[in-house]
Nanobody, 120 residues
Framework: QLQASGGGLVQAGGSLRLSCAASGFTLDNYAIGWFRKVPGKEREGVICINSIGVTNYGDDDVKGRFTISRDSAKSTMYLQMNNLKPEDTAVYYC???????????????WGQGTQVTVSS
């Protein structure tokens, strides 16, 4: 099971840190990805990290602004989002996969989503 949290309302240029708490499996054995969904648009991959810490970006626009990390002791993944832009506004989901590839079809467990709203 995955539970995402940490969303909220922030001004452009601000920061948020999303959390994805895992239970029922060993977090270190899987890749975890973050995806986001805007109404009327396809869900898009943002970033993922595999079991050995290699990351992959699904959106070049977040490079240099978003980072992903893991706290194995807490079984929690984090998405640190800096210099947020209004176009980052979306519902953010974390998901589990055997591989760190930004294709949502290979992710078989999903968290419930957390809303991020960036005001201009």
């Amino acid at each position: 099971q995955l539970q995402a949290s940490g969303g909220g309302l922030v001004q452009a240029g601000g920061s948020l840190r999303l959390s994805c708490a895992a239970s029922g499996f060993t977090l270190d054995n899987y890749a975890i990805g973050w995806f986001r969904k805007v109404p009327g648009k396809e869900r898009e991959g943002v970033i993922c990290i595999n079991s050995i810490g290699v990351t992959n970006y699904g959106d070049d626009d977040v490079k240099g602004r978003f980072t992903i990390s893991r706290d194995s002791a807490k079984s929690t993944m984090y998405l640190q989002m800096n210099n947020l832009k209004p176009e980052d506004t979306a519902v953010y989901y974390c998901a589990r996969s055997p591989y760190c590839i930004m294709v949502d079809a290979i992710y078989n467990y999903w968290g419930q989503g957390t809303q991020v709203t960036v005001s201009s």
